[in-house]
Nanobody
Framework: QVQLVESGGGSVQAGGSLRLSCAASLTGSRYCLAWFRQTPGKEREGVASIYTRDLKTYYVDSVKGRFTISQDSAKTTLYLQMNSLKPEDTAMYYC????????????????????WGQGTQVTVSS
């Protein structure tokens, strides 16, 4: 049974940094792991993904150069380092897992992911 538990959210001023963590209990070694975010009334948006086998990453354009997705060597924790935060980054952040590789045309599609965490809130004030 795959379980995902996020932590590390909080409140920060614009320009600040936060690091989100997702403790992942995975069965197997091939997963597309991703971070999504959602604000009230909007669809869940893919932020970044990483494939556990080759560490290839994808990012949504709005976070490129500011956010970095990574995993620890034991492949038990997924991270999202968020720098130069903006008020528009305010959202509930979720980690997700799918038991196959990430692909450029669907890494950011929620329907591709089988497993989700409960979310952690990030609030960026101006």
């Amino acid at each position: 049974q795959v379980q995902l538990v996020e932590s590390g959210g909080g409140s920060v001023q614009a320009g600040g940094s936060l690091r989100l963590s997702c403790a992942a209990s995975l069965t197997g070694s091939r997963y597309c792991l991703a971070w999504f975010r959602q604000t009230p009334g909007k669809e869940r948006e893919g932020v970044a993904s990483i494939y556990t086998r080759d560490l290839k990453t994808y990012y949504v354009d709005s976070v490129k150069g500011r956010f970095t997705i990574s995993q620890d060597s034991a492949k038990t924790t997924l991270y999202l380092q968020m720098n130069s935060l903006k008020p528009e980054d305010t959202a509930m952040y979720y980690c997700a897992a799918a038991p196959f590789a990430c692909y450029s045309d669907f890494w950011d599609k929620t329907e591709q992911y089988n497993y989700w965490g409960q979310g952690t809130q990030v609030t960026v004030s101006s």
